[in-house]
């Protein structure tokens, strides 16, 4: 099946480091990626959609200068928090589907744990 | 998207089948129904989806009402690694397939 790779999977850093979050799907091309941020005990929130060869859409209330989104090819999609801070801490995890197929589901990562200190 | 209710939270039987109830009442009629589970420290698994007709894999089975206004996910033998956090969520292509979870139903499958 279709599988979606996220990288690290874990991160713990200073105060202002930037931190980049590669998602690749493996097997299959993906115009769109979704990114998701979710905090302890709640459930997942979408960031924004990110679109191959454009400009990523953020959801409303979603900083676009603070989480940087780069999709570069079909299977590659990255996300940069910038400047994090403590509050930034959480999990994000990356979706992706198949778009060659309507209606086929997305596959997610398995997610990156960012720790701020 | 149109939203979905699921109860917080249910127990289930080791060996025993599962049924979570989902309602979409508001659902359009080319809207899909996805579940997705999760498990803790994970990121969201995908169980089955449909769209009108009853659909079954080697995970579950949906069944999904007439006038689609509600779902039911079996799973038809229940063990301990099924417990996890089990989304409903419809979506549709014109809105880019986004979905937006709710809070879920938390299954605690016991011995």
């Known amino acids: 099946g279709a599988v979606v790779s996220q990288h690290p999977s874990w991160v713990i850093c200073k105060s202002g480091t930037s931190v980049k979050i590669e998602c690749r799907s493996l097997d299959f091309q993906a115009t769109t990626m979704f990114w998701y941020r979710q905090f302890p005990k709640q459930s997942l929130m979408l960031m924004a959609t990110?679109?191959?060869?454009?400009?990523?859409?953020?959801e409303q209330g979603v900083e676009k200068d603070k989480f940087l989104i780069n999709h570069a090819s079909l299977t590659l999609s990255t996300l940069t928090v910038t400047s994090a801070h403590p509050e930034d801490s959480s999990f994000y995890i990356c979706?992706?589907?198949?778009?060659?197929?309507?209606?086929?589901?997305?596959?997610f990562g398995d997610g990156t744990r960012l720790s701020i200190l | 998207d149109a939203k979905t209710t699921q109860p917080t939270s249910m127990d289930c039987a080791e060996g025993r089948a599962a049924n979570l109830p989902c309602n979409h009442s508001?659902?359009?009629?080319?809207?899909?129904v996805y579940w997705y589970r999760q498990i803790h420290s994970q990121g969201p698994q995908y169980i089955i989806h449909g769209l009108k007709n009853n659909e079954t894999n080697e995970m579950a089975s949906l069944i999904i009402t007439e006038d689609r206004k509600s779902s039911t996910l079996i799973l038809p033998h229940a063990t301990l690694r099924d417990t996890a956090v089990y989304y409903c969520?419809?979506?549709?292509?014109?809105?880019?397939?986004?979905?937006?979870f709710g809070g879920g139903t938390r299954v605690l499958v016991k011995p």
């Open positions: 990110s679109n191959e060869g454009s400009k990523a859409t953020y």
């Open positions: 969520i419809v979506s549709h292509k014109a809105a880019g397939n986004k979905l937006t």
């Open positions: 508001t659902i359009s009629g080319n809207e899909y």
């Open positions: 979706s992706a589907r198949d778009w060659g197929q309507v209606g086929q589901p997305q596959h």
